[in-house]
């Protein structure tokens, strides 16, 4: 199998995205923030150094933003409009925090009576600081432990811990002021409000906003600087940020992480999709270990159950966009509510552009996650034909886990009822019986079938190689993909043909179409 290196920078933009869903922000905010602090950066001359914190605290500055969510949704409702409110505000002006609380409490009350709703909102308001403080601390703590975990050095973490202080010192938790402020916290402070205030008020009002906070949340000569060359600075700005152009920008030398790393960084990504809620924590690693030994056991091909382990760890990152009051509810949603739920799927799946390439496999996984063979899931409500047995394992994976947890709306099953569960949706006619199978049994359910050989007695590299060839590559380029000979390659695919009964590799590509290995998207033209 191919060795694994993949940019820690992708990483980040898929943390970057993730946290733009769930704090609200415009697309591409956190990347857009990454470009003009880099043009701030040289255009102020700051040392290299400070540069490579900025670019990394561009990204990740909102990573810890899901921690103790559900506290901040019971207090002010939906958290996401709180924070749209909240972008670009002077969160030192009191008289402006106030009111953009009020606004968030009478939205959250807005069924009472008027004297009952003016008693809670004054109940509410006593509590907000005592609330968002801790909150807020909880926020800085849980982005240096992820920035830990992709292995960010010490330094960085630091600016990671100061996410919320301010130049005047007026900034939570610690209150922190002047030089005591790291360099690359105040530049991206600025840089992002400037974004945000962009986006709200157009440049020329953005630059004299920035001129007018001169001395207090910015440090003064960095925002004068921002505002006199602001058109400047954000020219093209306004178009969505690729891929490329975040990593040309990376300090050299840029960092890749091996397959071991990958692993971890991919358990951090879960952990922060998990902590939005008590009743999600670690669910997203158990579908991953769930997936990833399902996939072993049926003998999908090692870079089959790589994606399966790894996906099944970022499967609901889209899931970030929906408010948490939402989830909090017990009760149905309404048909807002449930058609945006349903997208979490699309969301994740766009989540995973920032890994190019090496993030196709993934997607497809996370984008059909919650599909059914009969055409019942959401949210493209395509059937088994368009399910590969990875898609379809982990479905079935994703299913028996969640039931086995508690939710507002209903208690928690067994593993043996979750297992009733799983099969009464393969009598249905939704589950792959051999995925369920697979997955029950990896999960220390007695099976009540055969676990299924591999495809016609194919070995893991035998079901690689059938893939590639029915996807158009020949024998050489094959052999080239695989890391393999090219008489090794001809030796496998002979094998292949002998065993699938077929010896042509137009029969070949129809096999695997039929056994879900190749979409039919994904054939050559």
Not at 185 to 212: N, P
Not at 241 to 251: Q, Y
Request: with cysteine; hydrophobic share 45%; glycine share 8%.
């Amino acid at each position: 199998m191919t060795e694994v290196a993949i940019r820690r920078a992708d990483f980040m933009m898929v943390l970057a995205y993730a946290s733009d869903l769930a704090t609200g922000h415009s697309r591409d905010f956190a990347l857009k923030s990454c470009v003009l602090a880099m043009r701030i950066a040289e255009l102020a001359g700051v040392s290299e150094q400070v540069r490579r914190n900025a670019y990394h605290q561009s990204m990740l500055r909102y990573v810890g933003c899901n921690a103790d969510t559900d506290l901040l949704s019971g207090l002010f409702g939906d958290e996401i409009a709180l924070r749209q409110d909240l972008v670009g505000l002077d969160m030192g002006n009191r008289a402006e925090l106030g009111r953009v609380f009020v606004q968030a409490f009478k939205r959250f009350y807005y069924d009472l009576e008027p004297d009952a709703q003016a008693k809670a909102i004054e109940a509410a308001m006593s509590q907000a600081l005592a609330v968002a403080r801790p909150v807020l601390t909880a926020h800085c703590e849980v982005a240096q432990r992820i920035g830990e975990r992709l292995g960010l050095s010490g330094e960085i973490r630091r600016n990671l811990g100061q996410i919320y202080e301010r130049w005047d010192g007026k900034g939570l938790p610690r209150g922190l002021s002047g030089e005591d402020v790291l360099p690359a916290v105040r530049l991206i402070t600025l840089a992002q409000d400037a974004i945000a205030l962009s986006d709200a008020v157009g440049i020329d009002g953005m630059a004299e906003t920035i001129a007018s906070r001169a001395d207090g949340p910015y440090e003064a000569d960095l925002a004068r600087l921002v505002s006199a060359n602001a058109a400047t600075l954000m020219r093209g700005i306004g178009a969505t940020v690729d891929r490329e152009t975040i990593l040309a920008l990376e300090p050299d030398p840029p960092v890749t992480l091996d397959e071991g790393a990958c692993d971890e960084a991919f358990l951090a990504i879960a952990d922060m999709i998990d902590m939005r809620m008590p009743f999600t924590q670690g669910h997203s690693r158990m579908v991953s270990e769930l997936a990833a030994g399902a996939g072993a056991r049926i003998g999908l091909p090692a870079a089959d159950i790589r994606a399966l382990r790894w996906s099944g760890c970022i499967h609901d990152i889209g899931e970030l966009v929906v408010p948490v009051a939402t989830w909090m509810r017990n009760g149905p949603l309404s048909v807002r509510e449930r058609d945006a739920a349903q997208l979490h799927a699309y969301y994740g799946e766009r989540a995973l552009a920032s890994f190019g390439r090496d993030g196709d496999a993934m997607g497809a996984l996370v984008l059909r996650h919650h599909e059914r063979l009969d055409g019942s899931g959401y949210h493209r409500k395509v059937g088994g034909s368009d399910l590969s047995p990875a898609a379809r394992i982990l479905a079935a994976a994703e299913a028996f886990q969640t039931s086995r947890e508690e939710r507002p709306h209903r208690k928690a099953l067994s593993s043996e009822a979750a297992a009733a569960q799983l099969r009464v949706a393969v009598r249905d006619g939704c589950i792959c019986p051999e995925a369920a199978e697979a997955v029950l049994s990896f999960a220390g359910q007695q099976s009540r079938r055969t676990l299924p050989q591999a495809l016609a007695g194919m070995t893991p590299r035998e079901i690689e190689v059938l893939r590639l060839i029915a996807a158009g590559l020949t024998a050489k380029e094959t052999a080239r993909k695989l890391d393999i000979s090219p008489k090794t390659a001809d030796h496998h695919i002979e094998s292949v043909y002998s065993k699938i009964g077929v010896g042509t590799r137009a029969a070949a590509a129809l096999y695997a179409v039929e056994h879900g290995l190749v979409r039919p998207g994904e054939m050559p033209a």
